[in-house]
């Protein structure tokens, strides 16, 4: 079964600096999907960023980047340049691109970030 | 105007009651889910429906039901509510599952069993 792992329940930020944010997976599939997720206290969840194992190129969104390291099944979001509003939980996410869990978004515990003026 | 939507935000209830939550999404999107979020944070998905076929159904107690009277709408029933089914439940609707869409989340309801 596929799972999901954040090393890190609890991060913080000076604004203006820069933050990764580490995700780690399993799976033996060789194509799938990762996603990370923000959810603000207004308990919305947004997509920040997502990537397709089958691209070697990393994604990027603005200020937001992810490390996607497929041998190592690492897929880590940097944010550069925090702001205020980037205080939120993260959630990494996975999911197959075929089988009967196809769609299925498996996440991670999360990882609340704090940002501090 | 809203993506997908949830009704009601909060819902307090007693033990053993029956309850529904609806969503709709008006993206026209052919697939919709429903995900539980646990005091931890902790999300998993219970039930997904494409084209009005449920096409994953999770290890969910069968006191859960997913209903979908159009591809715009799935709703949650819960029959016999039980303490342990106090969570945040979020909505979700994408494309299609060919290739694998991105998921938009509704607002989420927060239910508090008594």
């Known amino acids: 079964a596929q799972t999901v792992t954040q090393s890190q329940p609890e991060m913080s930020v000076q604004e203006a600096e820069t933050v990764t944010l580490s995700c780690t997976y399993d799976t033996s599939e060789s194509d799938y999907y990762l996603f990370w997720y923000k959810q603000p206290p207004s308990r919305q969840m947004i997509l920040v960023i997502r990537q397709e194992a089958y691209k070697q190129q990393n994604a990027t969104e603005n200020r937001f980047s992810v490390n996607f390291q497929k041998a190592a099944k690492s897929f880590s979001l940097k944010i550069s340049d925090s702001q205020l509003g980037d205080a939120a939980m993260y959630f990494c996410?996975?999911?197959?691109?075929?089988?009967?869990?196809?769609?299925?978004?498996?996440f991670g515990k999360g990882t609340k970030l704090s940002v501090k003026p | 105007d809203t993506a997908v939507s949830q009704t009601p935000k909060y819902l307090v209830t007693q033990m053993g009651n029956d309850k529904s939550i609806k969503c709709e999404q008006n993206l026209g999107h052919d697939t919709m889910y429903w995900y539980k979020q646990d005091s931890k944070k902790f999300l998993k998905i219970m039930f997904s429906y494409n084209n009005k076929e449920l096409i994953i159904n999770e290890t969910v107690p069968n006191r859960f039901s997913p209903k979908s009277p159009d591809k715009a709408h799935l709703n949650l029933h819960i029959n016999s509510l039980e303490l342990g089914d106090s969570a945040v439940y979020f909505c979700?609707?994408?494309?299609?599952?060919?290739?694998?869409?991105?998921?938009?989340f509704g607002p989420g309801t927060r239910l508090l069993v008594l």
């Open positions: 996410a996975y999911s197959a691109y075929y089988g009967g869990s196809q769609g299925n978004l498996i």
């Open positions: 979700a609707s994408s494309r299609g599952l060919g290739e694998q869409e991105t998921q938009y």
